[in-house]
């Protein structure tokens, strides 16, 4: 039985659109919010991606050069 994954016809073109089109963050203060709120919660992914998003959001040139 092999583990190897089997991508979908449709993957490869979901993948490139999601590439092309725009994706626009809310502002840094809707993110922290929500950033408080899974920290009350105790969602430890949740926050961590609220974390990545909000470091985003405050600095549009992060991981470019």
């Known amino acids: ?3 190897s994954l089997v991508r979908r ?3 490869g073109a979901a993948i490139a659109a999601a590439s092309r089109s725009p994706r626009t963050l809310p502002p840094v ?3 922290l919010a929500d ?3 899974a920290n009350a ?3 430890q992914h949740g926050a961590n991606l609220c974390a990545h998003l909000a470091v ?3 600095e549009r040139t992060v991981g470019e050069q």
């Open 9 to 11: 016809p449709t993957e």
């Open 41 to 43: 919660r105790g969602d």
């Open 1 to 3: 039985m092999s583990t």
């Open 56 to 58: 985003r959001a405050a």
């Open 29 to 31: 203060a809707v993110i």
């Open 35 to 37: 950033l408080l709120a």
